[in-house]
């Protein structure tokens, strides 16, 4: 058997006794004490040691608690995790923590380790029990090398993806989070490969159905905090992945249940600001919750009004209208046949065209297209169609809904849209394939 397996002896290489008196004790060599606190040091190791890697990450908060982003070639297991929590001081076994891993888009693992914190007997913090909304859990990321920007013929690429409804049922011993990590992840390495000049996504964001009008389910109580986590976390994946692109969130109906909730519920607190910060965004608004402003994106309000254009003739909007039986971006060319329209709504992947006369007898061509969703398309997400088990989980149900993103070519009068499916996790885009796999806490 390994001296290193017999705790009492570890615990003696541990301290700073010299090697020729712990093997004078034990029998040995002071070689091989050296030799067993080299192999001690190995066994012990941070298993990230290595240069900050982009993307990785590590916040303190005042309470005491702590979250990690940490790269890796392997995905990390349990004991990974409890290595690591070891090698920053703490025992595993005295703290509570959640973890997950996530495939990198530029390879490997992140392997994300969160709300390290020491265990309490008892009841905790003193905390209210239904907390209040609070702005997102701040995650820092590091920047560090990204791909260089594909030449593109002197025009601008703009992607655009919508309909991510990021949310969460929380029933039982369960959660369901009704957004697609895998998809997004799929979304975030395309726009990590291209670099593109703007990101635009095209509203309902977040779901917020605990601000909904709907049947309020038990399940949806509390998740607002997690739900706003995640958006900043998805957003700040983004900026990481695109420091240099200019990323806009054109509000939809969904987003807007925030404020719709405030004014319904909580009228003295509508538009209520920060302390001297009069030009600030209130402090209940999505863009100060998600943190926007920390991460230069840009959010358009007052949906359904809420418009971000590319150039003259391109504009993108959420969408008011869902057409069940049939194409609901033909109705949008109807209506406006001089402009292209990107917008989302209706979670289904459509691009249409169409060509009127113009005023010299010259024929003009528009479209306008929707990249689909990025949210689970199986009933999870609530909807007229969605359904609920007795134990409060949701019902598989077949939407007509597809899962997508949308890539935008323009300059100089011309106009290349196109809309590319994601199908199971994979996209095949420009040629290339693209595949990310989820497997952690958010699934
Ligand atoms: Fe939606
Ligand atoms: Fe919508």
Not at 146 to 155: E, H, I, M, S
Not at 194 to 220: C, H, M, N, R, T
Not at 283 to 311: K, Q
Request: hydrophobic content about 35%; aromatic content about 8%.
């Amino acid at each position: 058997m390994s001296r290193l397996n017999d705790p009492e002896y570890v615990a003696v290489l541990r301290t700073d006794e010299w090697p020729s008196s712990i093997g004078a004790r034990y029998g040995i060599s002071r070689h091989a004490v050296k030799r067993d606190r080299a192999k001690l040091g190995e066994r012990r190791e941070n298993p990230t040691t290595g240069p900050v890697i982009a993307g990785e990450s590590e916040t303190h908060r005042p309470d005491g608690s702590a979250d990690y982003v940490l790269n890796s070639e392997q995905a990390w297991g349990y004991s990974d995790f409890c290595r690591f929590i070891e090698s920053k001081g703490q025992n595993p076994d005295e703290v509570t923590f959640t973890w997950g891993v996530t495939t990198n888009p530029s390879g490997g693992f992140w392997n994300k380790l969160n709300n390290v914190r020491p265990k309490v007997a008892g009841k905790d913090d003193g905390a209210p029990e239904w907390p209040v909304i609070q702005p997102a859990e701040r995650v820092q990321f590091v920047t560090g090398w990204v791909p260089p920007k594909p030449a593109r013929d002197g025009l601008k690429l703009s992607l655009k993806c919508a309909d991510t409804q990021i949310g969460f049922r929380a029933g039982g011993n369960t959660i369901e989070a009704f957004h697609d990590w895998t998809a997004i992840n799929v979304f975030i390495a395309v726009c990590r490969a291209e670099q593109p000049d703007s990101i635009i996504i095209l509203g309902d964001f977040l779901d917020l159905a605990a601000q909904g009008k709907y049947v309020q389910e038990a399940g949806f109580a509390r998740t607002t905090q997690m739900a706003l986590n995640d958006g900043h976390l998805m957003l700040s994946l983004l900026r990481a992945a695109c420091p240099n692109s200019q990323i806009v969130l054109v509000e939809g109906n969904h987003d807007k249940r925030m404020q719709s909730f405030i004014e319904q519920n909580a009228l003295a607190a509508f538009g209520l600001k920060q302390a001297n910060m009069p030009d600030s965004w209130p402090v209940m608004s999505l863009p100060n919750l998600l943190r926007m402003g920390e991460l230069n994106i840009d959010y358009m309000d007052a949906y359904p009004a809420a418009a971000h254009w590319d150039d003259d003739t391109t504009r993108n909007i959420h969408g008011t209208r869902a057409n069940s039986r049939g194409s609901t971006m033909a109705q949008y060319v109807q209506d406006a046949p001089h402009i292209n329209t990107w917008a989302g709504h209706t979670h289904r992947t459509e691009i249409i065209y169409k060509t009127v006369i113009g005023p010299r007898g010259e024929p003009i061509e528009t479209y306008s297209a929707n990249p689909g969703a990025l949210c689970h398309t199986d009933g999870r997400v609530p909807s007229v169609h969605g359904a609920i088990h007795a134990d409060g989980s949701s019902a598989r149900v077949v939407e007509d809904w597809q899962q997508g993103f949308g890539s935008l070519l323009h300059g100089d009068g011309v106009a290349w849209p196109q809309v590319h499916r994601i199908r199971d996790g994979v996209t095949v885009y420009n040629g290339k394939r693209f595949t990310v796999e989820h497997m952690g806490v958010h699934a």
